[in-house]
């Protein structure tokens, strides 16, 4: 048994050696360019090879916290200055960070957790970039709001990422008026202490709708709950959340169509006729509207 799980580890090993010797012999990333790396939402091993190789290439890091980002380096010993580059700093720090990129330095932005500029203060550092013409490059990773869409049970071909509902109550109110008619799958991120007054809200404002609640994507207790946004406000009344939340909330269905009556089908030609249509065409209009037969709408509405 231990033998086995001894070869295990050497082909693990060996395989992760090949991949980085994949990577390396890769063409190197540019100099004096931003490097949008996706870090692990959990476990580690998420990190990809090449991911690592742009965090050893980039002359220095920007990190939304660097207490967390220098735990990332120090697990796969990468050593790199760190500038702290978060929400109420980004406009001023991107600045400085653009004007080193622009002299040619090399920069890699990392989250604490998952995509940069997903919902996150890297968005406008990628766009002043863009706007000063520096190269932005890409080493995609984890992504809360794919992982947990895939893991769901809802409907996956067409989703709304909807981020955090704000907690001004105007903002709040009127972002909810916007997707009550939402035909996409939803997804939000929620923090576990404003989880039981969110899904009150959706439920106020959407109906009883399907939701997936998933927390602690890829950790030891990741979990994920299938059921409805009445049962889950119910729950999370009286249960303390725990962890971090991406809600995925079905999305508005079709009305049905109300069925019409032979006696409601004629009411509607008869309105036709006083609008000036002929008795055959109101007869006409009515039946394309209602499904009925003409010949039949017209023998009531002679009488």
Known sequence: MCEQAGGEMQVQTEHLKSLNRVVREQKPFPKGCLIVVGTPIGNLEDFSPRAIEALRQADFVAAEDTRVTLKLLNHFGIHKPLIS???????????????????????????????????DPGELLVAQCAERGIPVTVAPGPSAVITALAVSGLPTGRFAFEGFLSVNKKSRREHLEEIRGEKR????YEAPHKLPATLRDLLETLGDRRIALVRELTKIHEEVIRTTLQKAAERFSCEA????????????????EKEITLEEAVKLASRYREEGLSLSDA??????ETGFKKGELYRLLAR
């Open 185 to 188: 799958t939803m997804v939000f």
């Open 85 to 119: 580059y978060y929400e109420h700093n980004k406009r001023e720090k991107g600045e400085q960070i653009c004007a080193r990129m622009e002299a040619g330095e090399t920069c890699a932005l990392v989250s604490d957790a998952g995509m940069p500029a997903i919902s």
């Open 241 to 256: 959340p725990r962890g971090e939340f991406v809600l995925v909330v079905e999305g508005a269905q079709e009305a049905a």
């Open 283 to 288: 007869a006409k209009k009515a039946a394309s």
